[in-house]
């Protein structure tokens, strides 16, 4: 049986285990640097690459529990959240403490991986017996400060949510099993964060041959994203960003750059119909965009550069241009000059995700994204211009 067969079967009966667990095992694999090895060996031929890279949210997306990858704050009079947990800092790191109603008893598991690059939130994990296991309370941007976990409820707490490798392939850029098939585990050869490999494929040994051969401008290469198909392009990214729902034919980590991603992840099984989620299925939004189908070459890098940190809107809107021109805007005499600045938030709406949403004493938290079908959405561009009027 796979290792992800097995581990979701693991994760059903995890939540079978008691709450409070005597004598438990918080040995961890050795941690590795968010700056993972695959990434290092780039820098030396692509420096201006690789200072921008690391600063993205791809590279950030996991990294090791240090205080300066978590966001929330350990202070005191900030770390108790809902009299029920308390996170603390320790001489040999951060842990997470949750007590029983009477306060009697309580469980204390460590801060060990850190998951999200802490724009809309994070959340953590940590080790227990060669598995990675989510802690129940998360940080989040919007709120400022400690949340429950996407998906637990307020007032409850789990320590026994276990990650599966699917999880962990769109989060890290290597996660080997290891163990026995009766008792799996993850081994502690792995890395943390997105890295070149995860969209370029094994350069070590392209890295080796230009390091021992710095004025050969040929030789080995690696796979290069830009020269594939646009179908291939996109699976590049739909790898991670068509939904966590689709079932797998091959073991995690083990598409390579350029495959079809269909031999490795079942198709999905309507691709317009529901509406996809805002939250990790932007490719499926992209194809319902009538930029999309209108042409035959756009896709994801269309937009987007990987290798930099994007968050200025009205610099992405400059990609816009390349096929629209500002004057056929209808409502470009009513913004003015606010309307580069407007486009992306009116043509892709930050819009509330119903797979993401944080349980809270005051009721549901929905999370918002943006929502990557290119189009026209009435009501927002009003609320958008009413906004405008009231500055």
């Not at 350069?203 to 994203?225: F, M």
């Not at 189908?293 to 756009?298: H, I, K």
Request: aromatic share 8%; glycine share 6%.
């Amino acid at each position: 049986m796979a290792l992800s067969k097995i581990l979701s079967s693991a994760f059903l009966l995890a939540f079978a285990l008691p709450f409070f667990w005597a004598g438990v095992d918080r040995r961890q694999p050795g941690a590795q640097s968010a700056s993972s090895r695959s990434v290092q060996s780039c820098r030396a031929c692509h420096q201006p690459i690789f200072e921008t890279y690391i600063q993205t949210a791809h590279f950030k997306t996991s990294s090791p529990a240090t205080e300066e990858s978590i966001k929330g704050d350990f202070s005191a009079g900030r770390n108790v959240f809902g009299a029920r947990f308390k996170m603390e800092k320790r001489a040999d790191g951060f842990y997470q403490t949750a007590y029983e109603s009477s306060a009697a008893r309580s469980r204390t598991e460590r801060f060990d991986i850190v998951i999200g690059s802490g724009r809309k939130g994070q959340s953590y994990l940590y080790w227990k017996d060669g598995l990675l296991f989510q802690l129940p309370v998360s940080y989040l941007a919007g709120a400022g400060g400690w949340a429950n976990s996407p998906g637990f409820v307020d007032g409850e707490a789990h320590f026994d949510r276990l990650i599966p490798p699917r999880c962990l392939e769109c989060h890290s850029a290597s996660f080997k099993p290891a163990g026995a098939p009766s008792a799996p585990r993850y081994s502690s050869d792995y890395e943390l964060g997105i890295s070149c490999q995860n969209c370029h494929g094994d350069g070590s040994n392209h890295a080796a041959y230009h390091i021992s051969h710095p004025a050969e401008k040929t030789g080995r290469q690696i796979l290069n994203p830009a020269r594939f198909s646009r179908d291939r392009k996109l699976d590049n990214c739909a790898l991670c960003h068509s939904g966590a729902a689709r079932e797998m034919k091959r073991p995690p980590f083990s598409y390579q750059p350029g495959d079809k991603l269909e031999a490795y992840l079942l198709p999905e099984s309507d691709r317009d119909h529901p509406v996809p989620d805002v939250h990790g299925n932007q490719v499926a939004l992209l194809r319902r965009s009538k930029c999309y189908r209108a042409s035959e070459t756009m896709s994801c890098s269309t937009c987007h550069n990987v290798h930099q940190l994007e968050r200025d809107l009205t610099w992405m809107a400059r990609k816009c241009l390349q096929c629209h021109q500002t004057n056929n805007c209808k409502m470009a005499g009513r913004v003015g000059a606010r309307l580069m600045s407007a486009c992306i938030d009116c043509h892709m709406p930050n819009q509330s995700s119903r797979l993401i949403v944080i349980d809270t004493s005051a009721g549901k938290l929905p999370i918002d994204y943006r929502n990557h079908t290119i189009d026209v959405y009435p009501k927002v561009a009003e609320t958008m211009l009413q906004a405008m009027r009231e500055k």
